[in-house]
Antibody, heavy 117, light 106 residues
Framework: EVQLVESGGGLEQPGGSLRLSCAAS????????INWVRQAPGEGLEWVAY????????DYADSVKGRFTISRDNAKNLVYLQMNSLRAEDTAVYYC??????????WGQGTLVTVSS | DIQMTQSPSTLSASVGDRVTVTCRAS??????LAWYQQKPGKAPNLLIY???SLESGVPSRFSGSGSGTEFTLTISSLQPDDFATYYC????????FGQGTKVEIK
């Protein structure tokens, strides 16, 4: 069974940093691209970051470019999202999602990030 | 970036109704469109991919159509479990989502 489990969310002050993790199981992790998607309270879905299966290619939404870094460890079946210079508008539930030709085929349950003083 | 515009934002309907949600892309995306259902407090769930292909395990009352810039999601006979928010997504990088359509009980 494919599983994605996010962790690392919490309360952080503006300007601070957090690192989210996405632990994958139930499939050959190194074959799949992974994305992070976020959802602010009461709002819609916003794509945040992408990483290729090997980790050699990454891409970011303009809203997080230069502040967030996506990476992966294929030996540990983990994807990370390092979030620096956090802003109030980064407050959201963050989901990791496995990409395929179908779109975002599998999603984790999400982890809540709150940026507030 | 490609902008996705969904309509309506909210839709009030009754059990048994036929429901249609529209999604328009700001430029052609061929058939690279997916539809997701999201319930409160849960992750989105893939319903339709490549505009009209039904994901495994999704009831056949859901269908998708369209290509280019105009797409629709249709629920042929609304069931109690279908009251949720629906999102379209184009999957040419950078991926973008529509703003969502909430289907609520009339």
């Amino acid at each position: 069974e494919v599983q994605l489990v996010e962790s690392g969310g919490g309360l952080e002050q503006p300007g601070g940093s957090l690192r989210l993790s996405c632990a994958a199981s139930g499939f050959t992790f190194s074959n799949y691209e992974i994305n992070w998607v976020r959802q602010a309270p009461g709002e819609g879905l916003e794509w945040v970051a992408y990483i290729s299966s090997s980790g050699s290619t990454t891409d970011y939404a303009d809203s997080v470019k230069g502040r967030f870094t996506i990476s992966r460890d294929n030996a540990k079946n983990l994807v990370y999202l390092q979030m620096n210079s956090l802003r109030a508008e980064d407050t959201a539930v963050y989901y990791c999602a496995r990409e395929s030709l179908k779109g975002f085929e599998y999603w984790g349950q999400g982890t809540l990030v709150t940026v507030s003083s | 970036d490609i902008q996705m515009t969904q309509s309506p934002s909210t839709l009030s309907a009754s059990v048994g109704d036929r429901v249609t949600v529209t999604c328009r892309a700001s430029q052609s995306i061929s058939s690279w469109l997916a539809w997701y259902q999201q319930k409160p407090g849960k992750a989105p769930n893939l319903l339709i991919y490549k505009a009209s292909s039904l994901e495994s395990g999704v009831p056949s009352r859901f269908s998708g159509s369209g290509s280019g810039t105009e797409f629709t999601l249709t629920i042929s006979s609304l069931q109690p479990d279908d009251f949720a928010t629906y999102y379209c997504q184009q999957y040419n990088r950078p991926w973008t989502f529509g703003q969502g359509t909430k289907v609520e009980i009339k």
